[in-house]
T-cell receptor, first 111, second 115 residues
Framework: DAKTTQPNSMESNEEEPVHLPCNHS???????IHWYRQLPSQGPEYVIH???SNVNNRMASLAIAEDRKSSTLILHRATLRDAAVYYC????????????FGKGTHLIIQP | EAGVVQSPRYKIIEKKQPVAFWCNPI?????LYWYLQNLGQGPELLIR????????DSQLPKDRFSAERLKGVDSTLKIQPAELGDSAVYLC?????????????FGEGSRLTVL
C-alpha cells in the first residue's frame, strides 16, 4: 500500500473546527482514502473514507485534493471526546490485505 | 448488536509462559483480522482469515505464534512461549465486505504484559 504522511500531533480548542491533514503523493488511481481514529484504551474505529469526491457523514467530512495527493479530515466542532489518534490510510481494495496503519496524528483538544 | 468481543482485556504473565487470546467477531462477518499494537505505534497486521482459511499470515511469527478460526466464527491467537518483547495490545477486527466500501470493526484489545 502507498504511504501516507501525517503530523505527529495537533492541538485545537473545544467547539472549534479541526482540520487534520494527510499527504499521499504516491497514491494510485485505485487507492481509497480511509480515516480511522483510536480513543485511549480502545480499538481503532472507522471515521470516513472516499475515493475522489469529498464525503460527509455524521462524524466528519473528508476533503480530497483534486490531484488526490493530499486529503483533510474535518471535524466541524471538536469536543473533548474527539481527543484521539487519527490514522489516514490508503487501501487499494479488492479484498486483499488488511489496512496498514502508520503512527497517525495525536489530536489534543483543549477545553 | 454486539461489537467485536475480545478476552481477556488484560493479561500479565512471566516470560516463557503460554498465553491465549480469544475473539468473537460481529455476527455474519466473514473476514477476521488479528493486529499487534506496540506502545506509541499504529496497529500491525498479524493474520487475516476469510471464513476459516488464513489467507494472509506472512507477518505472523510462526515459531511462537499460532492462530486458528474453527468453523469460521471465533478465533484464538496463542503465544508459546511468551517473550518480554511480546508485551503489547493484541487487537481483533472483523469486516463483512471488501474494505474499499466497507469498514473494519475493532474490539477493545487484549493488553499483554510479559514480566
Amino acid at each position: 500500500d502507498a504511504k501516507t504522511t501525517q503530523p505527529n500531533s495537533m492541538e485545537s480548542n473545544e467547539e472549534e473546527p479541526v482540520h487534520l491533514p494527510c499527504n499521499h503523493s504516491t497514491i494510485s488511481g485505485t487507492d481509497y482514502i480511509h480515516w480511522y481514529r483510536q480513543l485511549p484504551s480502545q480499538g481503532p474505529e472507522y471515521v470516513i473514507h472516499g475515493l475522489t469526491s469529498n464525503v460527509n457523514n455524521r462524524m466528519a467530512s473528508l476533503a480530497i485534493a483534486e490531484d488526490r495527493k493530499s486529503s483533510t479530515l474535518i471535524l466541524h466542532r471538536a469536543t473533548l471526546r474527539d481527543a484521539a489518534v487519527y490514522y489516514c490510510i490508503l487501501y487499494s481494495g479488492g479484498g486483499a490485505d488488511g489496512l496498514t496503519f502508520g503512527k497517525g496524528t495525536h489530536l489534543i483538544i483543549q477545553p | 448488536e454486539a461489537g467485536v468481543v475480545q478476552s481477556p482485556r488484560y493479561k500479565i504473565i512471566e516470560k516463557k509462559q503460554p498465553v491465549a487470546f480469544w475473539c468473537n467477531p460481529i455476527s455474519g462477518h466473514n473476514t477476521l483480522y488479528w493486529y499487534l499494537q506496540n506502545l506509541g505505534q499504529g496497529p500491525e497486521l498479524l493474520i487475516r482469515y476469510e471464513n476459516e482459511e488464513a489467507v494472509d499470515d506472512s507477518q505472523l511469527p510462526k515459531d511462537r505464534f499460532s492462530a486458528e478460526r474453527l468453523k469460521g466464527v471465533d478465533s484464538t491467537l496463542k503465544i508459546q512461549p511468551a517473550e518480554l518483547g511480546d508485551s503489547a495490545v493484541y487487537l481483533c477486527a472483523s469486516s463483512s465486505s471488501g474494505l474499499s466500501t466497507g469498514e473494519l470493526f475493532f474490539g477493545e484489545g487484549s493488553r499483554l504484559t510479559v514480566l
